[in-house]
């Protein structure tokens, strides 16, 4: 019994440190992002479905990118540099793999904080968590030169995301519907 009470301490402590989702992102998110949520798996699944027809490469990439199981982010420390490359699937086009930028995870004290920091497309936000494999990203979508807007600010900049981390050093943010060009968006990080 005392080891079971261990276990359950040591879980609830692990996620302590995340800002959860069933408080503060309900009273964040904008009625246009929380509706992208919720659609979340159709748009996926047809955004998927038109990358198919994309290069041979590019869709190998993808298709080893989404297989990837999402693991526990309870033993994950995302704070640090990192690689990350932007993939574009649906939409104006079937598919388009970017190379590698450059990002960077931070932590306020109150949660973890991403920002690309190269490339001419860029974004800035927080997590919230909504269970152990599955984190809510809110942030804003600007490019290089001009100064970030803070998420809520409209629905040119707002950005909304699923991310999963997928490996012992790798996760992805997955966009649905994103406000330009390809109907899901996955931003694939390393370190």
């Given at each position: 019994?005392?080891?079971?009470?261990?276990?359950?301490?040591?879980?609830?402590?692990?996620?302590?440190?995340?800002?959860?989702?069933?408080?503060?992102?309900?009273?964040?998110?904008?009625?246009?992002?929380?509706?992208?949520?919720?659609?979340?798996?159709?748009?996926?699944?047809?955004?998927?479905?038109?990358?198919?027809?994309?290069?041979?490469?590019?869709?190998?990439?993808?298709d080893?990118?989404?297989?990837?199981?999402?693991?526990?982010?309870?033993?994950?420390?995302?704070?640090?540099?990192?690689?990350?490359?932007?993939?574009?699937?649906?939409?104006?086009?079937?598919?388009?793999?970017?190379?590698?930028?450059?990002?960077?995870?931070?932590?306020?004290?109150?949660?973890?904080?991403?920002?690309?920091?190269?490339?001419?497309?860029?974004?800035?936000g927080?997590?919230?968590?909504?269970?152990?494999?599955?984190?809510?990203?809110?942030?804003?979508?600007?490019?290089?030169?001009?100064k970030?807007?803070?998420?809520?600010?409209?629905?040119?900049?707002?950005?909304?995301?699923?991310?999963?981390?997928?490996?012992?050093?790798?996760?992805?943010?997955e966009?649905?519907?994103?406000?330009y060009?390809?109907?899901?968006?996955?931003?694939?990080?390393?370190?």
């Amino acid at each position: 019994m005392a080891f079971r009470q261990l276990i359950l301490a040591v879980a609830i402590a692990a996620t302590a440190t995340f800002a959860h989702a069933d408080g503060v992102v309900q009273k964040l998110i904008t009625p246009a992002d929380k509706a992208r949520l919720e659609k979340y798996d159709a748009t996926r699944k047809e955004a998927l479905q038109q990358a198919k027809a994309g290069q041979a490469g590019e869709v190998a990439t993808l298709d080893a990118i989404v297989a990837k199981k999402p693991a526990s982010f309870s033993d994950f420390d995302m704070t640090g540099n990192w690689q990350c490359r932007t993939i574009k699937a649906g939409g104006l086009g079937p598919l388009v793999v970017y190379g590698w930028f450059k990002c960077k995870v931070t932590d306020d004290g109150s949660g973890w904080m991403l920002e690309k920091i190269s490339g001419s497309q860029r974004t800035k936000g927080r997590f919230y968590t909504e269970s152990d494999t599955r984190l809510i990203y809110l942030g804003s979508g600007f490019v290089t030169g001009e100064k970030p807007k803070a998420y809520g600010r409209g629905p040119d900049t707002d950005q909304v995301g699923y991310a999963f981390r997928s490996g012992p050093t790798a996760w992805r943010i997955e966009f649905p519907a994103p406000r330009y060009e390809s109907k899901l968006d996955i931003i694939e990080f390393r370190r």
